[in-house]
């Protein structure tokens, strides 16, 4: 998830991405993504397994900033709010 100006990025994992982005967005979680105005969904993954989802998690957060803009923009190259289409 990032923000308006799609400044700050966030990584996370769920079992349910429609209820935790509608979370995040409408800031019923406290925490980094309601601090910094977390609102819009540019990239995502989906897994079976829990145990590949959360080795993913922490591949992703442990890589460089430009990684991440890697993947984002490899799969959404106009960062649009994906939210919109789950």
Excluded at 27 to 42: A, P
Excluded at 43 to 55: G, H, L, N, Q
Aim: overall charge positive; cysteine-free; charged content about 35%.
């Amino acid at each position: 998830m990032t923000n308006k100006d799609n400044r700050v990025l966030y990584t996370g994992v769920t079992n349910d991405l429609v209820r935790r982005v509608y979370e995040h967005k409408n800031k019923l979680i406290n925490g980094f993504t309601s601090k910094y105005n977390l609102k819009k969904l540019v990239y995502y993954e989906i897994f079976d397994d829990v145990k590949y989802a959360i080795s993913r998690e922490k591949q992703i957060k442990a890589g460089s900033r430009q990684k991440k803009i890697g993947l984002i923009e490899k799969m959404n190259s106009s960062w649009d709010d994906l939210y919109k289409v789950l």
